[in-house]
């Protein structure tokens, strides 16, 4: 495991101009059009390295549909994930909070497929070969018509139409992908429009590089 502080990190939320704030509204809302659009059927989220799991808790938080929501949230920090464990605590929905290595297939066994699989911060972090592995497990994932919805900065080298590229070969049609001029981060959502794949045991996908 590299040596940010991943708690620390999560700070530059609430600072104006970090840019994560406006990143976190675009995720919100692909969240929130996510849920509109499958109502009122059950949800099945899982979100790969969760943080405190703001983005996908913050929406269930002014839901009135939460409690169709079965979400499992893997996050490898102690602190990250009793600050989820927290929030999740008072909402209707079925969160579970698993401190455990999101890199590792087996940790998803019990949840998939799911309808929305959020890869929210990791490609940023990780290598180009990591990035295109974890791309292709998303499929292992998802369930048919499943929606990813994943970030990466835009800094040279812009990795993303590598990575839009790849969820094409991976069998995604991309839905969105939100880049504004005034800032390098972005927010890219895609569905599973072919068949999903079995979940592969014993994978190990990423690796973070900081
Ligand atoms: C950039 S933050 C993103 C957090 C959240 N998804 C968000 O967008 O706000 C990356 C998170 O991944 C977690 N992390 C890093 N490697 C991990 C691993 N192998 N398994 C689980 N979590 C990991 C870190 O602790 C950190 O909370």
């Known amino acids: ?25 675009a995720v919100r809302s692909q ?12 949800l099945r ?23 169709r929501v079965t979400a499992l949230l893997v996050e490898y920090d102690a602190v990250l994930a009793a600050r989820a464990r927290q929030t999740a605590a008072p909402l209707p929905a079925r969160v579970e909070v698993r401190q455990a290595d999101a890199a590792q297939s087996d940790v998803y ?24 592995r974890t791309v292709e497990a998303a ?13 990466r900065h835009r800094g040279e080298p812009d990795l993303t139409p590598s990575i839009r590229e790849w969820f094409a070969a991976a069998g995604f049609e991309e839905l969105a992908f939100v880049a504004p001029e005034s800032d390098t981060w972005s927010v890219g959502v895609h569905r599973l429009v072919a068949p999903p794949r079995p979940l592969e045991p014993g994978r190990h996908w990423f690796t973070f590089l900081r």
């Open 139 to 151: 499929r292992q994932l998802s369930a048919p018509g499943a929606e990813v919805i994943w970030t």
């Open 1 to 25: 495991m590299a040596n940010t502080d991943w708690s620390a990190w999560h700070d530059a939320y609430a600072a104006p101009g970090s840019g994560l704030s406006d990143r976190l509204a």
């Open 109 to 132: 066994s019990d949840a998939v497929p799911v309808d929305l699989l959020l890869l929210c911060g990791i490609f940023g972090n990780i290598s180009d070969r990591d990035v295109r």
């Open 31 to 42: 969240i929130d059009r996510v849920l509109d659009t499958t109502a009122p059927n059950p």
């Open 45 to 67: 989220v899982v979100s790969a390295c969760a943080g405190d799991g703001r983005d996908l808790l913050g929406v269930l938080a002014r839901r009135s549909d939460a409690g």
